[in-house]
């Protein structure tokens, strides 16, 4: 069965001090690896799709990361708008193709 | 990015009652899912709406408690029946399109209260 594990559960930085968030995962075979932000009382906002270890991709102050183990989402000089939950999921390449999401990373940026 | 309209936004309904839950899309996509979001916690998927055909259940999740439509490539219906207070939760549809990669979007859920 396919996990993800989130780490930190919650985060919390000064505006501008830049960290990163964990996903780990475990999947028979990884069609895409997914980052998405949520604001409270939202759906998910996409953010990222990964495909294969060693790729990066880069918007605005996160940049995500892949390895065959775990992603991270790399924030840099957060500001307080960064401030939400951030999902990570992956999507299996076998039968159906189904997402297991994680249960989330807190960030909150204190000005 | 795809557009989604989900309705309602929100409701209070009463035990016993069944709700239908609308999720459009701007354009034609490949997949429809449709979620649940517990207070407090991540997504589970429900099921898989397929076009033209019955959806595809996740384990735990029956077509008799969640019927589910999907009469084209642009439209589907999630039905919550005989709720109970258990089944309050917000409800998500979501859509991949199939671009240079593999891209899904949400639409802004449906919040239930039963009571």
């Known amino acids: 069965e396919d996990q993800v594990t989130q780490s930190p559960e919650a985060l919390r930085l000064q505006e501008g001090e830049s960290s990163s968030l964990n996903c780990s995962y475990t999947v028979s075979g990884l069609r895409g690896l997914f980052w998405y932000r949520q604001d409270p009382g939202k759906g998910p906002e996409f953010l990222f799709t990964l495909y294969s270890a060693g790729e990066e991709k880069e918007k605005e102050r996160l940049k995500a990361t892949l390895t065959k183990k775990e992603s991270f989402l790399h924030i840099t000089a957060p500001k307080p708008e960064d401030s939400a939950t951030y999902l990570c999921a992956v999507q299996s390449s076998g039968g159906y193709q189904k997402v297991t999401f994680g249960t989330g990373t807190k960030l909150q940026v204190i000005p | 990015s795809a557009v989604i309209s989900q309705k309602p936004s929100r409701d209070i309904c009463q035990r016993g009652t069944s709700l239908t839950i609308q999720c459009q899309v701007d354009s034609q996509v490949t997949m429809m899912f449709w979620y649940r979001q517990q207070p407090g916690q991540s997504l589970t998927l429900i099921a898989t709406?397929?076009?033209?055909?019955?959806?595809?259940?996740e384990s735990g999740f029956v077509i008799d408690k969640f019927p589910i439509s999907r009469p084209n490539l642009t439209f589907s219906t999630l039905t919550v029946s005989n709720m109970s207070p258990e089944d309050s939760s917000i409800y998500l549809c979501?859509?991949?399109?199939?671009?240079?990669?593999?891209?899904?979007?949400f639409g802004q859920g449906t919040r239930l209260t039963v009571v």
């Open positions: 709406a397929n076009q033209g055909s019955e959806a595809t259940y």
């Open positions: 979501s859509v991949e399109r199939l671009t240079l990669g593999t891209e899904a979007f």
